[in-house]
């Protein structure tokens, strides 16, 4: 009756009451508080019946800790320096041997009768001959070292070939600039070396027997200053060496581990084989400004991805030192610096223009790459 009356007025109907949790005894909370005490795992509480037709709760997700950092050990870095160290002495050894080897085979061509005791004199004082042999040697040798180290680069590599366009003003612009620096480290040289008469008169020496910067050159000196020197040198030094020293300042592990490479990082390790560079040509002179060159040579290297730019730009600076004299006596004074400011300025903006600020954008909502591919 009570229910037809609340009907009657507009009310609802009462709802059923949840049914109250199931009293705990306290001599079960006395006996998990004790279990707890001594170090035991607490039991599991039994969850509360969920009414039918509600579906279960989710289970929590465990919690993920943080991967920890792979930190570069001290130990990697200075197993890359010696690697470094190993391609120097090396390459020091090549020399060494291989042109004692030279003499000998010369010494012992003029003893067969084969070559004449004049000529073996002449081929043993220019060097040449003795210089080539160490060169194909080097390339031979440092050739499977290089492409075993670029299996696994720290230089980021170009997913695609440059366009035609690129590539003929990246070589035109390298050509030139070849030319400048030429014509820029002969001034230095001239304004400074009188100041050193011992060191100029070693250097000069050094020079005329390597056939270098002389109006009366063979091919085959042309081909050992210009061709397989830049060809040799670059393989090594850029090549080897400075994959060693990326490995060495980023304390390279193996490909799964390293870091992306910073500009800071490269300035660093592209000194230690600019360093090494100097330190292979064997005198004052040319250590100096064999330095400063390889600092160039590997920022090329760095920038293009390809080792045959710098070998262009390598190439260049060797062959002006056979066209640098003989321009300078054709043309006065004035006109011969305008010609070559003018190949240094245009050389720098060729390349600057092949190789300026990257054109690739990453999409939208995306960081972009720290190193893009080439064009």
Same mark, same amino acid.
């Given at each position: 009756m009570t229910q037809d009356l609340n009907n009657d007025l507009g009310g609802s109907a009462p709802t059923k009451e949840p049914p109250h949790p199931a009293p705990v005894s306290l001599a079960e909370v006395s006996a998990e508080e004790h279990a707890n005490s001594e170090g035991e795992a607490p039991r599991p509480t039994e969850e509360a019946p969920r009414p039918a037709?509600? $579906? $279960? &709760? +989710?289970? @929590?997700?465990?919690? =993920? *800790? +943080?991967?920890?950092?792979?930190?570069?050990?001290? @130990?990697?870095?200075? %197993?890359?320096? #010696?690697? /470094?160290?190993?391609?120097?002495?090396?390459?020091?050894?090549?020399?060494?041997?291989? =042109? !004692?080897?030279?003499? &000998?085979?010369?010494? &012992? !061509?003029?003893?067969?009768?084969?070559? $004449?005791? !004049?000529? #073996?004199?002449?081929?043993?004082?220019? /060097?040449?001959?003795?210089?080539?042999?160490?060169?194909?040697?080097?390339?031979?040798?440092?050739?499977p070292w290089w492409r075993h180290v670029a299996r696994s680069t720290l230089v980021p590599c170009a997913e695609a070939l440059p366009p035609l366009r690129r590539r003929l003003g990246s070589v035109a612009g390298l050509a030139l600039l070849g030319v400048g620096l030429q014509f820029v480290l002969g001034v230095a040289l001239t304004l400074i070396l009188p100041l050193f008469p011992d060191v100029m008169d070693e250097y000069t020496e050094l020079m005329d027997s390597a056939g270098a910067g002389s109006s009366d050159f063979s091919l085959l000196s042309v081909l050992s200053v210009t061709v397989l020197a830049a060809v040799g040198e670059e393989i090594v030094c850029r090549g080897v060496m *400075?994959?060693?020293? /990326?490995?060495?300042?980023?304390?390279?592990?193996?490909?799964?581990?390293?870091? +992306?490479?910073?500009? %800071?990082?490269?300035?660093?390790a592209n000194a230690l084989q600019a360093a090494a560079f100097g330190l292979l040509h064997l005198n004052i002179v040319q250590s100096t400004y064999a330095f400063l060159l390889g600092l160039a040579m590997g920022w090329v290297y760095w920038k293009t991805r390809d080792l045959r730019y710098p070998m262009v730009l390598h190439l260049s600076i060797n062959a002006a030192s056979?066209?640098?004299?003989?321009? =300078?006596?054709?043309?006065?004074?004035?006109?011969?610096?305008?010609?070559?400011?003018?190949?240094?300025?245009?050389?720098?903006?060729?390349? !600057?223009?092949?190789?300026? #600020?990257?054109?690739?954008?990453?999409?939208?909502?995306?960081?972009?790459s720290p190193n893009p591919p080439a064009d």
């Open positions: 037709g509600e $579906p $279960p &709760l +989710p289970a @929590s997700a465990p919690l =993920s *800790l +943080p991967a920890p950092v792979d930190q570069p050990q001290r @130990s990697h870095r200075w %197993r890359w320096v #010696a690697s /470094l160290a190993g391609v120097v002495a090396t390459d020091m050894m090549i020399q060494i041997v291989f =042109s !004692a080897v030279g003499m &000998l085979l010369i010494e &012992l !061509a003029a003893q067969a009768g084969v070559l $004449p005791q !004049a000529q #073996a004199a002449v081929l043993i004082d220019s /060097l040449t001959p003795i210089v080539v042999l160490t060169q194909v040697v080097r390339i031979v040798a440092m050739w *400075l994959e060693y020293a /990326l490995r060495a300042v980023s304390g390279y592990r193996g490909p799964a581990s390293h870091a +992306p490479i910073n500009d %800071r990082m490269f300035w660093i056979y066209i640098i004299e003989p321009i =300078s006596a054709a043309l006065p004074d004035v006109a011969f610096i305008a010609l070559l400011l003018a190949c240094l300025i245009a050389g720098a903006k060729l390349f !600057a223009m092949a190789w300026g #600020a990257p054109r690739h954008h990453a999409p939208a909502g995306e960081e972009p």
